[in-house]
């Protein structure tokens, strides 16, 4: 069962990077690696909208995992303080 599981799993996976990246638009390297575009999001400052955009990477996942081992480790009783 785990391993028909596994093989749909990846077989669906590599389908969907195939019909992705077939059907994707294309654009030039000097667009991709050259044009910074950060006035789509509304903030014009470029360490503002890099700043927001850093957020995801301390706030996500395995930030917050990370975040909540010193918040257990310094946790204060009130009721007894």
């Known amino acids: 069962m785990e391993t028909s599981g596994f093989c749909i799993h990846i077989s669906f996976f590599l389908a969907s990077i ?33 700043g927001i955009g850093s957020l995801s990477v301390f706030l996500g996942p395995v930030g917050k995992i990370y975040c909540t081992e010193y918040v257990r480790a310094n946790v204060v009783d009130i009721a007894n303080y």
């Open 18 to 50: 195939i019909t992705l990246s077939a059907l994707a638009q294309r654009s030039t390297n000097e667009y991709v690696f050259a044009t910074v575009v950060n006035d789509i999001s509304g903030w014009t400052n470029s360490a503002v909208a890099f």
